[in-house]
């Protein structure tokens, strides 16, 4: 049984806890999780037997790519029967069946027109346990990551020695992006949630990192224009002044996220004591990143410590703008479980891989800052991130 | 008053017509169009007085930038009272409310806590009306789009002269987008379809380029993995295979897409007459491109043209997953309104941007084609693309 039968399997066992009747996959990055395929259909996973993926296109290419028996879409209006036909509890004549899928990406048009497909069908939210499922990796999925990893490290130091003073911010995001790209990047930073978008990364230097964003991250920027508010911008990089490099790139659809500190000679003292407190953050938590830790724990943990630093108003985000969590599960997508925040109450669990982003913003003068992305494993945790750590000098 | 502001009263007027109490915007792009702001929030346009821009990060941002009353967004609570107060019809005791809002994109989890907080309100789906007034560009939209296609013209010119035999498709891919980055280009190039992603464009050479995807478009290649499958892979570009540079790029939000067909040495004479022949549907449809001609007769023409030409089965994608489309609006989003194929029956209007692309695909040898974006005028189009036509021939 190949790794997407296996996670099929599960999915199966939890629906039949559930007397769910099927799993409806709509989303494409679900889809590849489950059949290893994104191709345009539905990918129909039953409490029990086999997994039918209807596709409208390429045919050929779910066939050569997918774990799951696969068929043309045909015709909407046969949706209904064909799925339901795969439901074991569909034989008791008029039985409603529960189908679930991911409400927390589906448009409601396609939701409406799948309700009309399956008339009587009672639909279930099953999005969470999706994202549930998808927050412990196997041996495969931290492999790709490990990959992500030595990808993200090896651009960034063949980017460093061509960084110089007066360079605009978004020479430098062109820079990186190359160099990622040439070593396999496949270009997306995915993110489940609506309206999120990641330009590659958050690149940007003294104050226009600073400058907030609506993204749900600790970095802002400025970016090129106010319809894509985030990232580089058009600022010329300056001598002393932090030069965030947030980082990340995607391997066999696999996301890894890192952070450094750059700078083109030295660190002003308070910022470079904000980073060496960012550096502590990380310690400490990386002394509670073990199997049973509550992820809440964490950020709750990282609250104290920087407010014993004095560095409160400044920490992941600055005033009205700060985010509220430390750290985020990370995979298929940016922005998956567990998240490092109050309210998330999952224990660490061997094959959770989660970035971990103490940042510090300061208004006008910079965001500094760090950020590891880390596997959890029985005995503790595993760092993937191989950048060297600490504040990186260039002297250009 | 502003173009977002305009935009806002041609809105409310529809509104009035439909006996809609207000539009709540809820999808980033929308925003942006309506408002000149993409923080995350929502904006409610009512459908008289002032409208509503309800931030939660960043406020700051948003107030410098946004064309509405901007308000921090607060506890989810007091939601409905506030777009409540901003309705003139919620006056009438116990008068439900009519929102209209976006089910083309909006999540169906979103879409329940939003009718949650509007207990009693009926729900109009606007986004076809959003659609329909966003396919006819303003004068400053055109003139981003014009600033894009001069930014891709340069990026692909540059280009040129480093391309050669044995480089990887995803090498090619890498080229472009750097210099694509270093003249200004956004980095995203948003879809407004559930599941839909593009990575720059469609860069890919000889059989993998005939590679069907599953994105809805005519040329296909093999990605670099089924977990982002489209576009460049990992197969070198060879001799006298035709290399698919379909592109775009973004600038100020706006995007354009350009095609072009490149060999290294010559072209196979069966590709290059099939080239000649989409040179020919573009010129034909150029001669009806004029107020007034319904959309979908440019594709009815193409097929025609297509099927003297004895090349039906190899138009825009082959066999199986052939598209059924001629071309496409364009503009924040690359699949905007107008769609040139069956059952389109808008007539071309002054301010439409429409990309059109004749392809044709031949298995294990390629695809070869032209993509042009297209003004309408009074008089009937400007070519917005300035990139030279014709195969683009290289030595190297």
């Known amino acids: 049984m190949n790794i997407f039968e296996q996670r099929q399997r599960w999915l199966q066992g939890e629906m039949v806890k559930r007397g769910w009747s099927g799993f409806l996959v709509t989303q494409n990055v679900d889809m590849y999780y489950y059949c290893g395929s994104m191709q345009t259909g539905y990918l129909f996973i039953p409490a029990e037997g086999e997994v039918l993926y209807l596709v409208r296109r390429s045919l050929v290419r779910a066939e050569e790519e997918a774990s799951a028996d696969v068929e043309a879409l045909g015709s909407w209006k046969t949706l209904g029967e064909r799925l339901r036909a795969r439901c074991a509890d569909a034989d008791a004549a008029g039985a409603a069946l529960r189908i679930a899928t991911e409400l927390d990406v589906l448009p409601v048009q396609l939701y409406v027109r799948l309700q009309t497909a399956l008339p009587g069908a009672v639909w279930e939210d099953g999005s969470l346990l999706v994202r549930e499922q998808r927050m412990i990796k196997s041996p495969d999925e931290v492999t790709a990551i490990r990959a992500a990893a030595r990808v993200v490290d090896a651009a960034l130091e063949a980017v460093i020695p061509h960084i110089r003073e007066g360079m ?8 990186i992006e190359h160099q990622l790209r040439l070593r396999g ?23 226009s990192a600073a400058v907030p964003t609506y993204f749900d991250g600790p970095a802002g920027g400025t970016g090129l224009h106010p319809s894509s ?23 066999d659809g696999y996301l890894i996220d890192q952070t450094r500190t750059l700078v083109i000679g030295d660190l002003d003292p308070e910022l470079q004591r904000a980073y060496d407190v960012a550096e502590q953050v990380l310690r400490a938590t990386e002394a509670r990143l073990q199997p049973g830790t509550i992820a809440e724990h964490l950020y709750l943990l990282a609250l104290d410590q920087v407010n014993e630093a004095g560095l409160s108003a400044h920490f992941m985000g600055y005033g009205a703008d700060q985010v509220k969590f430390l750290g985020h599960g990370i995979g298929l997508e940016i922005d998956e479980l567990p998240v490092l925040a109050k309210g998330f109450k999952y224990p660490l669990t061997p094959g959770m891989v ?28 595993e760092k993937l991130t191989l950048t060297r750590e600490g504040i990186i000098q260039t002297s250009k």
């Open 168 to 175: 605009a911010e978004f020479e430098l995001m062109a820079l």
């Open 185 to 207: 990047h496949q270009g997306l930073m995915r993110m489940r949630a609506y309206n999120s978008e990641l330009i590659t990364g958050m690149v940007a230097a003294g104050a």
């Open 229 to 251: 508010p985030q990232s580089s911008g058009r600022a010329p990089i300056r001598r002393g002044e932090p030069i965030l490099v947030d980082l990340g790139c995607s391997i």
């Open 354 to 381: 989660i970035a971990i982003e103490p940042k510090f913003t300061f208004p006008g003068r910079g965001v500094v800052g760090i950020e590891d992305t880390y596997l959890i494993t029985e005995s503790g945790f």
